[in-house]
């Protein structure tokens, strides 16, 4: 922890001693204090913005988490299912989502529906493949057990087909949390009137560079907060899970 | 056998067993196989690998149907019975989410959907008197794999099964925990007196454990020759040192590694 602390400071400390004796323009390189001075001048107007993406971010992921689970549920279960659906998915994977994401606006209009579909649509695939591969994956020797005590469906999905696949859902869930923060950005580019998409857009249109270094921060920030609290679920709940995906790695 | 006349504990009659491999070809895993095992009875198969022994044991507890003959618990279909047998599986196949006691109650949940306090008093009785009585809310992870093997006997004998088969139970321990826990499976089976099945790879530790030793020939798998053990009970340490043990292990060897002429010379010797 400390490590990485120090190799920040490091970093901001020669970006400002840079701008400052080379004498970078603003709207080049704004100094770290620059950014800091700006962020202050919006103050309080700053929470809406960040509550916006940040609504985005959580409308989005949680789209993602409540339709993949069943989702994979149904293709790892079903070889139909699986070859019904796997080439929609594809189709809508090597569809660039920034380009129909207007499209999507006209379908959906300006709201935050079409701002939590785009951000569903960039971040739900890692989390369903993931999720599919957890409930395929199970040691064949759990199968076995599972087939001899002459479980039910739900009682082999619940007891032993869900639980093994939890390291591989939670690894899942660490890249579509990611992801649903740049889907979030993606759509207030598209369609917002507040949020920190929308701050970063609006203010370079106005040559205003700092404002939108300070913006991107703060997603930063976000981005790390919000993965960080998915670590910390899994370390709660899921101590296990942390465990064997350790093993799994050494 | 003498207790012919009664219903044996578990019986394979005239059983085929086919598999269609992955290239189409038809695969004989086993044929003709006829063997009725009586309760009480403690019964090792032996034979070369691929002969079918776990074949034959998925037969009983019904996760195959046999292509042709039929396999009978207590007398009935398999699936009517099936409460009756537990299994034991070469690994120890715990899962590793559970504590070792849910774990062991894992059947108990699965049969009723939930598990009273009184399986739980169960469960660690059972922990208990196979050494593991403060392992109980332990991973699986936090045990050796004697220990965790222990545990997935455990889980077999929760629902107090009359029948118990074990598919190379100790196959993954090494020597020294491979005895320990065959002298600590006749100790359970001394006190509770279940049928057993047990498939292993050593001769001397089906020779120790068993009242018959069925040996099977390879691909397709059939019994060759059935060897009964008549070492005496409770077998010890010192059974093995026994003139019995030595002729049965070596009658075992010679069916396996070559029947032509001492086919007649283990005949007469039995
Ligand atoms: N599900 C299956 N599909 C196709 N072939 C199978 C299947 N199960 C078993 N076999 C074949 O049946 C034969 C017997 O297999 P089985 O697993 O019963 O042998 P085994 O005696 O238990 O061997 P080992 O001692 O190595 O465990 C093997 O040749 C195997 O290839
Ligand atoms: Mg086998």
């Not at chain 1, 917002?192 to 920030?221: D, E, H, M």
């Not at chain 2, 019986?11 to 290239?23: I, K, M, R």
């Not at chain 2, 032996?46 to 776990?54: E, N, W």
Request: aromatic share 6%; hydrophobic share 50%.
């Amino acid at each position: 922890m400390a490590i990485p602390a120090l190799t920040l400071v490091a970093l901001v400390l020669l970006w400002e001693g840079a701008v400052r004796v080379f004498g970078i323009p603003n709207y080049l390189l704004p100094a770290p204090t620059r950014v800091l001075a700006e962020l202050d001048k919006l103050g309080v107007r700053l929470v809406p913005n960040i509550g916006a993406t940040l609504l985005t971010v959580l409308a989005g992921f949680l789209a993602s988490v409540v339709i993949s689970l069943p989702l994979a549920v149904a293709i790892a279960s079903s070889p139909f299912v699986a070859r019904a659906v796997y080439p929609l998915l594809l189709i809508t994977q090597s569809t660039p989502i920034i380009a129909i994401a207007p499209i999507l606006v006209v379908m959906l209009g300006t709201g935050q529906l079409s701002r939590a579909t785009i951000t569903f649509l960039i971040a739900f695939f890692p989390l369903l493949v993931s999720m599919v591969t957890g409930l395929l994956s199970t040691p064949r020797e759990a199968v076995e057990l599972s087939r001899v005590l002459r479980t039910s469906f739900l009682q082999d999905l619940w007891l032993i087909r869900l639980p093994a696949s939890v390291p591989f859902v939670f690894s899942g869930l660490k890249v579509a949390i990611s992801l649903s923060v740049i889907g979030a950005v993606v759509a207030e580019f598209v369609t917002a009137n507040k949020g920190l998409g929308y701050l970063i857009t609006q203010s370079t249109a106005f040559f205003n560079v700092p404002l939108a270094f300070g913006s991107v921060i703060l997603l930063s920030i976000m981005g790390v907060l919000l993965f960080q609290s998915i670590v910390l679920v899994e370390r709660i709940f899921f101590p296990w899970a942390v465990q064997s995906e350790r093993i799994t790695r050494e | 056998m003498s207790e012919a006349a009664a219903t044996p504990a578990l019986s394979l009659e005239g059983v085929w067993q086919a598999f269609a491999s992955a290239d189409g070809a038809e695969v004989l895993a086993l044929r003709d196989l006829s063997l009725a095992v009586a309760p009480g009875e403690f019964v090792s198969l032996v034979g070369p690998s691929g002969c079918g022994k776990s074949t034959a044991l998925r037969l009983v507890t019904g996760l195959i149907e046999p292509t042709r003959g039929c396999a009978a618990i207590l007398g009935r279909p398999v699936e009517a019975n099936l409460d009756r047998v537990g299994m034991v599986f070469q690994k120890p196949t715990l899962l590793h989410w559970l504590s070792i006691e849910d774990n062991v109650l894992l059947p108990v949940r699965v049969r009723r959907g939930r598990v009273g306090e009184a399986d739980r008093t169960r469960a660690r009785a059972l922990l208990e008197s196979t050494g593991l009585g403060q392992f109980a809310s332990k991973l699986p992870h936090e045990l050796s794999g004697g220990m965790q093997q222990r545990a997935g006997i455990c889980r077999a004998l929760i629902q107090d099964p009359d029948i118990l088969l074990m598919d190379e139970p100790f196959g993954a321990l090494d020597a020294l925990t491979r005895e320990q826990m065959c002298f600590e499976l006749l100790r359970i089976w001394g006190e509770r007196r279940k049928t057993i099945v047990f498939v292993t790879h050593s001769i001397p530790e089906a020779v120790l454990l068993s009242d018959r030793v069925v040996v099977m020939s390879a691909r397709p798998g059939r019994i060759e020759s059935i060897v009964p053990v008549p070492l005496p009970r409770p077998r010890t340490l010192e059974s093995m040192a026994l003139p019995d043990f030595q002729a049965c292990t070596q009658a075992i060897r010679r069916i396996i590694y070559g029947y032509d002429t001492e086919r007649a010379v283990v005949g007469a010797a039995l």
